[in-house]
């Protein structure tokens, strides 16, 4: 090759290629997330799209990340045609802005990593759904990670569903007039560099699922080997680590009382056939509720698994009420009234009908009118 003349690598113009669409939430500007300016954008392409409005593009949160791309792409035309009409009629300041956006909306440096992205985040948005409910156990969220990264790893290896993807982008960019164009030096074709792209984001989105969850699997192989259809092959070494983690929170600390009784556990389903064995947490809890004054580290060890949570999510819904419940007016509340009240906002489950409802409400008007806040 001749050192003279600049050359771009694939992975340089991945990286390159992929930074743009990290850009995406420079490129939306006040103006058209208007609710009344995208409606009537949208209106004009006769879009049919549930959605009317763009979604703010959360880094922190995996969903909001996933669903504000999804509806910027199928909002695309209805946003070219705002930032036109404030090109038009917006001050100096706005028409040189919209212009900058529509420059780098209608490129198709731009269109290759939206078209991937949204491809992509389609396949996980609803395992990132999924993983912010809270009866998910950690089990069947490692089963979904799994399912969901072995899905990409068949994506990105399927050159008919790259040909797809790629006729996609041509479709795309030829209902907005756009130019395919190779950057810089790129010595491949549209069609290599769009594969090359499409892999080398693939890739990544399994790697960093591998890495987010790799602490999850390890707690999973803990978890099952206490579960019946499994305990029979486990030997108390395999256990050993995880009970002396929760050892301060098991009714016994004595490391003896607690090897027999695992055991007996062992030799309890050693003794049963695999058919009538639990596979599950939830079944082995089932059967251990009525014999857990026989094994009472066990199933205190089952209920802890039960209850390990998935993700972070109910934590920052508690964040989120206590800002609805504890405003200005309400500052003065005591800390047993807060408390409480959460937990009837994050938990509304709890008053099961209406007539709870109206019970609780007049309990409140029977009370002195000299409430105590606390």
């Known amino acids: 090759m001749d050192t003279s003349t600049p050359s771009i690598s694939s992975s340089e113009t991945c990286n390159m290629l992929l930074s743009n669409a990290d850009d995406m939430q420079s490129i939306t500007p006040s103006e058209i997330t208007s609710t009344n300016s995208m409606k009537t954008c949208a209106e004009i ?4 799209s549930r959605r009317k409005t763009l979604l703010k593009l959360v880094e922190t949160r995996w969903v909001e990340k996933q669903l504000a791309v999804l509806v910027f792409r199928q909002l695309f035309s209805a946003i070219i045609i705002a930032l036109e009409q404030i090109a038009i009629d917006g001050d100096e300041e706005s028409f040189s802005l919209s212009r900058g956006y529509l420059k780098s909306l209608l490129d198709s440096e731009f269109c290759i990593p939206l078209i991937i992205v ?3 985040f389609a396949v996980i948005k609803p395992c990132a759904e999924q993983l912010q409910t809270t009866t998910l156990d950690l089990i069947k969220c490692y089963e979904s990670i799994e399912q969901v990264a072995m899905h990409l790893s068949e994506m990105m290896h399927d050159d008919q569903q790259i040909n797809k993807l790629y006729d996609e982008l041509v479709t795309f960019t030829s209902e907005h007039n756009i130019s395919i164009i190779l950057p810089g030096q ?3 074709t549209m069609k290599e560099l769009f594969s090359d792209v499409y892999q080398t984001f693939v890739s990544n989105t399994i790697t960093e699922l591998s890495y987010r969850f790799m602490e999850h699997q390890k707690i999973i192989v803990r978890i099952s080997r206490l579960i019946p259809l499994h305990v029979v092959s486990t030997k108390f070494n395999e256990l050993k680590e995880v009970i002396e983690f929760y050892l301060d929170d098991l009714p016994s600390n004595d490391m003896i009382v607690i090897e027999t009784e695992i055991d007996l556990w062992r ?6 056939s695999e058919h009538d064995r639990p596979t599950t947490i939830e079944q082995a809890l ?7 004054a026989f094994y009472p580290n066990i199933w205190r060890l089952l209920e802890l698994f039960a209850v390990l949570p998935v993700t972070v999510a109910n934590a920052e819904r508690s964040f989120s009420v206590l800002k609805r419940i504890k405003t200005y007016l309400r500052n003065s509340m005591g ?3 807060l408390s409480s009240l959460a937990i009837l906002n994050i938990h509304q489950s709890i008053i099961n009908d209406d007539e709870d409802s109206i019970q609780i409400v007049d309990n409140f008007v029977r009370q002195k009118r ?3 806040f606390n």
Do not use: A, F, G, P
């Open 267 to 272: 030799s309890y389903w050693s003794s049963r």
């Open 335 to 337: 800390d047993d009234r």
């Open 186 to 188: 790129y010595k491949k």
């Open 118 to 120: 949204s491809r992509v």
């Open 286 to 292: 089932k059967w251990t509720h009525d014999m857990r």
């Open 370 to 372: 000299r409430i105590k």
């Open 45 to 48: 392409t006769n879009d049919e």
